[in-house]
């Protein structure tokens, strides 16, 4: 009887070694087999087109294939590339996971605390009282040369993410899908293969921005205009405010004033091929229902009385065999397109085509001090701007992780009062090298 408890014991003893073997063995199965289907579906993931998941440089299953120079798949949708080609502007949510958009604000509110952000030029935007500038409740930015220090917050994490990482694969991207090839060579590349110019920026509460543009044709910032080798092409902004942000409460929305009416799709708007920027637009018609974009061509020489050359300006719109239609003769810019009520003088240039005349308006028309004192008497708001008869609003929520693009030439564009709280991004354009200018346009 002992001994067969014994052989019994035994048995027991070597079944339960057995199960716990078996079951050992199983789970290292299973965890082997978890552990490659994740590395494998990690690997599998990295090269699918964005938006459906943003890279993270710290990744490591994503990096391999974010570094790699020779993938050529697309980091956005079609939806968005059109968007942009057409003059309004592409949304993108969850571009970077809520881990990245908090890594990347906590070093902007670093930053900011350690006092390395300093006032905007447009920072005046914020108030309309004659009360001293105080930073804590308006705009204020971690500008280009503090971006670019190593020494002061997360360099590494700024340097991954802006430089050769997302922003280098998103400028090579655009360029490739919106036909701009002058986005990733020249002059503009000198700054760095990621964004020409970048900012952390942050809004105190109740800061905001008055309505404006990017961008505007060389001729129509004077001298300087033809001083800088590069130009904005591309505006971008990536929200880093926290998950719980509700634009409804906590305002801070970017308002865009897009175009009502159908454009000339086959025509490119924002900018020619060769340079020449829009400044304006043609209202539609009943007989031409279509807007039609207006280019200013700052190559025009013509001499001058004494003999020296001076330069000329004339105004076109593409047709729809894409040949130039010159709307004008040939003009001096100055002072005609800084004139503030603009339209009424640039509409007596086009003279010789009457019937084109009354369809003609700046993108965004010059504006003299006056404006702001003759809104106040008419009773309208200061803080923001009501539509045109031919815009419509469209307003985009700053959600934390949410990335924005537009034309930086042809979209109007002003930021509402952020109410209550922070509102934080990292902002910039993406530039392309301007047309040359010629001897006849560098004034002395």
């Known amino acids: 009887k002992s001994s067969s408890h014994a052989l019994f014991m035994v048995s027991s003893f070597g079944v339960m070694v057995c199960l716990c073997h078996s079951a050992v063995l199983s789970l290292a199965l299973k965890l082997f087999v978890s552990n490659y289907m994740y590395c494998f579906t990690c690997a599998a993931f990295s090269y699918l087109p964005l938006p459906h998941r943003c890279p993270s440089t710290t990744d490591p299953f994503l990096k391999a294939s974010f570094d790699n120079n020779n993938?050529?798949?697309?980091?956005l949708s079609d939806t968005v590339y059109d968007t942009i080609l057409s003059g309004k502007i592409a949304t993108v949510p969850n571009f970077i996971p809520p881990s990245l958009t908090a890594a990347l604000r906590s070093d902007a509110q670093n930053l900011y605390q350690s006092q390395h952000f300093s006032a905007d030029a447009l920072a005046a935007y914020g108030t309309e009282t004659t009360a001293k500038f105080d930073p804590s409740k308006d705009r204020t930015v971690l500008k280009l040369n503090q971006w670019k220090r190593n020494d002061i917050g997360n360099y590494k994490l700024r340097?991954?993410?802006?430089?050769?990482?997302?922003?280098?694969?998103l400028r090579a991207d655009l360029a490739r899908n919106l036909d701009r090839p002058n986005l990733t060579k020249g002059t503009s590349l000198t700054y760095g293969v990621g964004s020409t110019e970048i900012s952390y920026t942050r809004f105190?509460?109740?800061a905001?921005?008055?309505?404006?543009?990017?961008?505007?044709?060389?001729?129509?910032?004077g001298k300087r205009g033809w001083e800088k080798p590069t130009r904005r092409s591309i505006t971008w902004l990536l929200y880093l405010n926290e998950?719980?942000?509700?634009?409804?409460?906590?305002g801070g929305e970017?308002?865009?004033?897009?175009?009502?009416?159908?454009?000339?799709?086959p025509v490119p708007v924002g900018a020619r091929p060769?340079?020449?920027?829009?400044?304006?637009?043609?209202?539609?018609?009943?007989?031409?229902?279509?807007?039609?974009?207006?280019?200013?061509d700052a190559n025009r020489r013509a001499i001058a009385n004494n003999g020296s050359d001076k330069g000329s300006c004339a105004m076109y719109c593409i047709l729809e065999n894409n040949t130039q239609f010159y709307m004008t003769n040939n003009f001096d810019p100055d002072p005609v397109l800084f004139l503030a009520g603009g339209d009424f003088f640039a509409r007596q240039l086009i003279a010789k085509n009457p019937s084109l005349a009354p369809r003609f308006h700046f993108l965004e028309p010059p504006r003299s001090a006056a404006d702001g004192l003759l809104k106040k008497f008419r009773g309208g708001s200061l803080i923001h701007t009501e539509p045109n008869d031919d815009e419509i609003l469209l307003d985009v929520p700053p959600i934390g992780g949410t990335l924005v693009l537009f034309d930086s030439v042809i979209l109007p564009h002003e930021v509402l009062p952020s109410k209550g709280r922070e509102r934080w991004a990292a902002s910039g354009?993406?530039?392309?090298?301007q047309q040359e200018a010629h001897s006849y346009q560098k004034y002395s």
């Open 71 to 75: 993938d050529i798949s697309n980091m």
């Open 159 to 169: 340097s991954d993410v802006f430089g050769n990482g997302i922003m280098g694969r």
């Open 204 to 206: 105190g509460p109740g």
């Open 208 to 221: 905001y921005l008055k309505r404006h543009i990017d961008e505007h044709h060389e001729e129509l910032k």
């Open 243 to 250: 998950e719980d942000w509700n634009p409804d409460v906590n």
């Open 254 to 265: 970017l308002r865009c004033f897009q175009r009502k009416n159908p454009t000339s799709s």
């Open 274 to 296: 060769n340079g020449d920027l829009q400044i304006g637009w043609l209202r539609p018609t009943s007989n031409d229902r279509i807007e039609r974009a207006v280019f200013l």
């Open 429 to 433: 354009w993406l530039h392309e090298d």
